[in-house]
């Protein structure tokens, strides 16, 4: 069957941390500063990037993105929400959920929809690129469960290669049909049968793809 890549893009989003724990500036931070030291390396995620806000118990906290992470230090890059300030020495920091994080997901949810949609939308072209091929097979048994002779050759419109999806759905049946089996795929036609113990089945089949 035909693939259909659709390219998105998505902002970036960053793991959460639970419970938020806190650590403490250990040296006063400048607006400009792109290295804050903390209290303790353990608290905080372990793996960068992630989001730290500063100050997040004040009127104006800062939130950073930390992109390295050293023994007692950290690199940022300063002001992706609120603005760059002067932190004095005991400023609480904190993994918290921002605006960012609730923006981000929702734009990305937003473009993902709108992907759906566009694929939904193409259905026409979808179809028309694979080429699909819609037909009925009877399949017969005369075998004594558990054998089974109701393998049947299904002739198709030619394709250009094999590389085509086969999908079945029984219509009918006397008895029991058991797994549809598809073997044996040439360009112009494929190999099909029941495991059941049924009599016969009758199938509506579905062709997909096999096209250049």
């Known amino acids: 069957m035909e693939v259909v890549i659709i390219s998105v893009s998505l902002n970036t989003m960053y793991a959460a941390q639970a419970n938020s724990p806190s650590v403490l500036l250990t040296a006063a931070a400048e607006a400009a ?3 804050l030291h903390i209290s303790d390396d353990d608290v905080l995620p372990a793996v960068a990037p992630y989001l730290l806000t500063l100050g997040f118990d004040t009127d104006a906290p800062e939130t950073v993105l930390v992109t390295a992470i050293t023994a007692g230090e950290l690199t940022v890059t300063r002001a992706v929400e609120g603005a760059a300030s002067i932190w004095p020495i005991g400023t609480v920091c904190a993994r918290v959920l921002t605006a960012k994080d609730v923006n981000d997901i929702q734009s990305n949810i937003g473009t993902l929809k709108g992907a759906v949609e566009a694929l939904q939308g ?3 072209t ?9 037909g009925t097979a009877t399949l017969t048994n005369t075998g004594t469960f558990p054998f089974n002779d109701s393998q049947t050759t299904v002739a198709i419109t030619t394709r ?3 590389n085509y999806a086969v ?3 029984v219509t009918a049946s ?3 049909v058991g797994d549809i089996i598809v073997s044996d795929k040439l360009t112009n036609g494929f190999k099909v049968e029941f495991t059941g113990s049924a009599t016969s089945v009758t ?4 062709i997909l793809g096999g096209m250049n």
């Open 126 to 134: 979808l179809m028309a690129r694979t080429n699909p091929v819609t």
């Open 122 to 124: 193409d259905d026409a």
């Open 160 to 162: 250009d290669n094999v």
């Open 174 to 176: 006397n008895g029991n």
């Open 167 to 169: 999908d079945i759905v």
């Open 33 to 35: 500063d792109t290295t």
């Open 203 to 206: 199938i509506k089949y579905v």
